[in-house]
């Protein structure tokens, strides 16, 4: 079993920066890929950034276009998501994700919120 916990959303401002963490715990050794999703009432949920076990960053959601990045810690077992030049279009609740033996985990989000 693995769990992940999310931290570091809130309120900002359009053009501010965010940094979301998630912490995982557990069978840790057994995690492979990690990923950070979000998503908004009424749409589907989004890959916002994917890491390799190794900490190499391997996808981006078209909507990134170069302002977040990804970054894995895995002394730390933590994998952030710094956000920069945020926009409305942002606010979502963004979720950590992790494989682990052939399992999905899914922690229970958080919330960004970014005013205009």
């Known amino acids: 079993q693995v769990q992940l916990a999310e931290s570091g959303g809130g309120l900002v401002q359009a053009g501010e920066s965010l940094k979301l963490s998630c912490l995982a715990s557990?069978?840790?050794?057994?995690?492979?890929?990690m990923a950070w999703y979000r998503q908004t009432p009424g749409k589907e949920r989004e890959l916002v950034a994917r890491i390799t076990r190794g900490g190499v960053p391997r996808e981006f959601g078209d909507f990134v276009k170069g302002r977040f990045t990804i970054r894995r810690d895995n002394t730390k077992n933590t994998v952030d998501l710094q956000m920069n030049n945020l926009t409305p279009e942002d606010t979502a609740v963004y979720s950590c994700y992790a494989q682990a033996q052939g399992l999905d985990y899914w922690g229970k989000g958080t919330l960004v919120i970014v005013s205009s």
């Open positions: 557990g069978k840790t050794w057994t995690i492979g890929g």
